[in-house]
C-alpha cells in the first residue's frame, strides 16, 4: 500500500518531489478528493496486464518466460528420452532377427555342405567297408544322414559304432562351420535395410510420406473424374418455347440493325464524297458500318441529314 501526503506541507512537497521520481519509474499517484492529498506508491492494478507497473511486467514476463524455458526442457527430455529407447529397442529388434536369420541362413549352408561329404569317399575310424556297404542299404549316404534316430533303426549296428559316426560328424561340422561367414551376405540383407528403417520410423512417431498423401492424391483423383465425366455429357435439351424465343430474338435484333444502318447510310448520302460507297442492302451489314455517320466528322450538321434534334426544330417552326 501507499503512504498519503499533503501537498501543502513541506514535507509533502518533498514526497510529491520524490512522487514524480516514483512516477516516471513506473508508479503511479492518485490524489484525494480534497485536492490536497497525494497517495504515494499506489499500484495502479495487480494484474501484471497492461496497466500494471513496468517493473512488474517486467518480474511476470520473466516468470511466464522460465516457466515456459522449463515445460519446453522438460518435454525436450521426455521426447529425447522416448526416441534414445525406441532407438534402442529398434536396435535390439534388428539385431535379434539378424541374428535368427544368421542361424537359418547357417543351418541351410551346412546341410547343403553335409550333403556333399560321402560315406563311401571318406574314411571314419572305427567304421570298415562292410558297415559302409549296409549304413548306404539303409539310405545313410552322405554326412547329412547320419542321426541318432536313422542309426538306430539300422541292423548290427551298436551303440559305439553310433557314437563314432556321431563323432566324425561333428567334426566334419566343425571344419564346414569355419569356412561359413558370421554375416549375412549382401543379397540377402539387400531387402531388409528398408524395413528396419520403416520399424525405426514408426517407433519413432513418423509417418510414410506416401502413405499419408494417399487419401489426398484419391480425392484429387476423383475430384478430376468428376469433372471429366460432366464435360463428357451432352448439354441438356432446350423446350421448344425457348427455343422459339431466342430465334425470335435473333431475327428482332437482325432487323433492327438492318434498317438503323439503312437510314444512317441514307442520311449520310447526300454529303458523301464520289467514290465512296453507299448502301446496298445486299451487302453485309459489317461493311456498311465503316461509313456511317459516327465515323464522320460533323455529320450531324450536314445537309441532308435528319437527326432528332432537326426534327425538333422543323415541327416547332
Known amino acids: 500500500m501507499g503512504r498519503t501526503v499533503d501537498r501543502l506541507d513541506p514535507g509533502g512537497c518533498r514526497g510529491i518531489a520524490g512522487l514524480q521520481l516514483r512516477d516516471s519509474a513506473g508508479f503511479p499517484t492518485t490524489l484525494g478528493p480534497d485536492r ?20 512488474k511486467q517486467h518480474r511476470r514476463a520473466v516468470t511466464k518466460y522460465q516457466a515456459i524455458k522449463q515445460d519446453i526442457d522438460a518435454q525436450d527430455a521426455k521426447l529425447a528420452t522416448r526416441f534414445s529407447n525406441d532407438i ?10 539378424s541374428q535368427e536369420r544368421l542361424d ?19 574314411i571314419i575310424p572305427g567304421i570298415g567297408p562292410k558297415l559302409t556297404r549296409r549304413l548306404i542299404r539303409a539310405g545313410i549316404r552322405t554326412a547329412a544322414d547320419i542321426e541318432p534316430s536313422r542309426l538306430q533303426r539300422v541292423p548290427g549296428i551298436g551303440a559305439s559304432r553310433i557314437q563314432d559316426l556321431l563323432s566324425w560328424r561333428h567334426r566334419v561340422e566343425a571344419q564346414v562351420g569355419a569356412s561359413l561367414p558370421n554375416t549375412l551376405p549382401p543379397k540377402e540383407t539387400a531387402g531388409r535395410n528398408s524395413s528396419t528403417a520403416n520399424v525405426t520410423s514408426s517407433r519413432g512417431g513418423t ?33 421448344p418455347w425457348q427455343a422459339k424465343r ?3 430474338t435473333r431475327w428482332g ?7 438503323a444502318l439503312a437510314w444512317r447510310h441514307s442520311c449520310a448520302g447526300s454529303f ?12 453485309r451489314c459489317g461493311t456498311l458500318h465503316t461509313h456511317g455517320p459516327r465515323d464522320l466528322p460533323h455529320a450531324k450538321d450536314a445537309p441532308g441529314v435528319q437527326t432528332r ?6 415541327w416547332q417552326a
Open 36 to 55: 490536497r492529498t497525494v497517495t504515494i506508491g499506489a499500484p495502479a492494478a495487480t494484474g501484471g496486464g497492461p496497466g500494471a507497473a513496468p517493473g
Open 88 to 97: 534402442m529397442a529398434a536396435t535390439h529388434d534388428f539385431n535379434r532377427r
Open 104 to 122: 537359418v541362413w547357417r543351418r541351410a549352408q551346412m546341410r547343403d555342405l553335409l550333403r556333399q561329404v560321402s560315406l563311401h569317399d571318406s
Open 207 to 239: 509417418t510414410n510420406s506416401r502413405h499419408a498423401s494417399m487419401p489426398r492424391d484419391s480425392v484429387v483423383s476423383g475430384a478430376h473424374d468428376e469433372q471429366q465425366k460432366i464435360e463428357s455429357q451432352p448439354p441438356p435439351p432446350v423446350p
Open 246 to 248: 431466342r430465334a425470335s
Open 253 to 259: 435484333r437482325s432487323r433492327r440493325g438492318t434498317a
Open 272 to 283: 458523301l464524297p464520289t467514290g465512296w460507297p453507299v448502301f446496298d442492302p445486299s451487302r
Open 309 to 314: 434534334r432537326h426534327q425538333a426544330v422543323a
